[in-house]
């Protein structure tokens, strides 16, 4: 089983801690930020059989969040023989942390309903 790392909040590749799995060919880590280009090559799709996705939010980013859980379900549906993990990590500096929780909450749910 060959593992596709890809993430908006680091530049994984450069860490030598995946040197290993990196020659053993059973991990590819992503460029800088490009989660949605690269889940939607259809060479990286084919070449890997699992996918973590570790995805930043923030309200400075001024994205539209649910567009961009909608962006990954499509790639999800259109590839349903893959396994995908998303880890998403929301922080909204203008809102209180209680409300925070309950919008991360109202994102995962919006994530999932649909699979």
Same mark, same amino acid.
């Given at each position: 089983?060959? #593992?596709?790392?890809?993430? @908006?909040? %680091?530049?994984?590749?450069? @860490? /030598?801690?995946?040197? =290993?799995? *990196? !020659? !053993? %060919?059973?991990?590819?880590?992503?460029?800088? @930020?490009?989660?949605?280009?690269?889940?939607?090559?259809?060479?990286?799709? /084919?070449? +890997? +059989?699992?996918?973590?996705?570790?995805?930043? $939010?923030?309200?400075?980013? *001024?994205?539209?969040?649910? *567009?961009?859980?909608?962006?990954?379900? !499509?790639?999800? !549906?259109? %590839?349903?023989?893959?396994? #995908?993990? #998303?880890?998403?990590? $929301?922080?909204? #500096?203008?809102?209180?942390? +209680?409300?925070?929780? =309950?919008?991360?909450? %109202?994102?995962?749910?919006?994530?999932? *309903?649909? $699979?």
């Amino acid at each position: 089983m060959k #593992f596709f790392i890809s993430s @908006n909040v %680091n530049i994984l590749g450069a @860490n /030598s801690a995946w040197n =290993y799995l *990196k !020659k !053993k %060919n059973q991990i590819s880590i992503d460029g800088y @930020n490009k989660i949605l280009v690269s889940l939607n090559d259809s060479r990286i799709i /084919s070449e +890997n +059989n699992c996918f973590f996705n570790i995805i930043y $939010l923030n309200d400075y980013l *001024k994205s539209d969040y649910i *567009k961009i859980i909608n962006s990954y379900k !499509k790639i999800i !549906k259109k %590839n349903k023989s893959k396994n #995908f993990f #998303f880890i998403i990590y $929301l922080q909204l #500096f203008d809102i209180p942390q +209680n409300l925070q929780f =309950y919008l991360l909450l %109202n994102l995962i749910l919006n994530f999932v *309903k649909y $699979l």
